[in-house]
C-alpha cells in the first residue's frame, strides 16, 4: 500500500498570504495519479486537482498543483478567506489512498 | 445539475448489518466507476471499497475485506453498500463518490454525496 504523508499538519497564516503544502509518498506515484481535495466544516471534499496538476472545473488560478515521484506541492498563492480548510492529497494508482490531510486556518 | 444522495445509516449494535444506498441524478451513472469513502469523526477520508461501471468490483480497503459488499443497479442509478458484521470502528459518515478525469482506468472523485452517518454502539 502507498502512504501519504502530508505536512504540516495545521498552517496557520493570515489572508492573502501563501501556502504551501506537502504530500510524500512511501513510493513512487505516477504524476497521472495524485489529486488534491478541499474539505470545508459539515462539507463533503471537492476536487481541485487530478494528475497532480490539472485544476478541475471551476478552481480559481490562485490554486496551484506541482510535483513527481514522491513528492506532491499544492500552493495557494494568496490566501482568501474561503480558502481556509483541510486539504487532502490522494493517490489512485495502486489502490487508492488518502494522506492524512494538512488544515489551514487562521492565524 | 449532478448529485449524489446517500441515505441508509443510522444506529446499529456491534455484529449487525445495514446497506447504505446512493441515489444518482443529472449525469449518465452507468458510465461511470463510483466508490464509497467513509470518514470517522474528526477524522481524515478512508477508500472503503469502488465498482466499475460495468459492476465488476475494484476493490475492498482490508479494513472492510469479507464483511462490506459495493453493488450498483444501473436501471435505478444507485450503488449500494452492504455492511455485515459491523464494528465500533466502522463508525463515520460515509460517502458516495463518482469517478472521472480517469487516466488508464485510474480515477479521482469529481462529485461527493453530502454523506449518511453509521453509529455502531451497543
Known amino acids: 500500500e502507498i502512504v501519504l504523508t502530508q505536512s504540516p499538519g495545521t498552517l496557520s497564516l493570515s489572508p492573502g498570504e501563501r501556502a504551501t503544502l506537502s504530500c510524500r509518498a512511501s513510493?513512487?506515484?505516477?504524476?497521472?495519479?495524485l489529486a488534491w481535495y478541499q474539505q470545508k466544516p459539515g462539507q463533503a471534499p471537492r476536487l481541485l486537482f487530478y494528475?497532480?496538476?490539472s485544476r478541475a472545473p471551476g478552481i480559481p488560478d490562485r490554486f496551484s498543483g506541482s510535483g513527481s515521484g514522491t513528492d506532491f506541492t499544492l500552493t495557494i498563492s494568496r490566501l482568501e478567506p474561503e480558502d481556509f480548510a483541510v486539504y487532502y492529497c490522494?493517490?489512485?494508482?495502486?489502490?487508492?489512498?488518502f494522506g492524512p490531510g494538512t488544515k489551514v486556518d487562521i492565524k | 445539475e449532478a448529485q449524489l444522495v446517500e441515505s441508509g445509516g443510522g444506529l446499529v449494535q456491534p455484529g449487525r448489518s445495514l446497506r447504505l444506498s446512493c441515489a444518482a441524478s443529472?449525469?449518465?451513472?452507468?458510465?461511470?466507476?463510483m466508490h464509497w469513502v467513509r470518514q470517522a469523526p474528526g477524522k481524515g477520508l478512508e477508500w472503503v471499497s469502488g465498482?466499475?461501471?460495468?459492476?465488476?468490483?475494484?476493490g475492498y480497503a482490508d479494513s472492510v475485506k469479507g464483511r462490506f459488499t459495493i453493488s450498483r443497479d444501473n436501471a435505478k442509478n444507485s450503488l449500494y453498500l452492504h455492511m455485515n458484521s459491523l464494528r465500533a470502528e466502522d463508525t463515520a459518515l460515509y460517502y458516495c463518490?463518482?469517478?472521472?478525469?480517469?487516466?488508464?482506468?485510474?480515477?479521482?472523485?469529481?462529485?461527493w454525496g453530502r454523506g449518511t452517518l453509521v453509529t455502531v454502539s451497543s
Open positions: 463518490a463518482k469517478t472521472d478525469y480517469c487516466s488508464a482506468s485510474s480515477c479521482p472523485f469529481d462529485l
Open positions: 443529472g449525469f449518465t451513472f452507468d458510465d461511470f466507476a
Open positions: 465498482i466499475g461501471w460495468n459492476r465488476v468490483s475494484l
Open positions: 513510493q513512487s506515484v505516477s504524476i497521472r495519479y
Open positions: 494528475g497532480a496538476s
Open positions: 490522494q493517490q489512485y494508482g495502486t489502490s487508492l489512498t
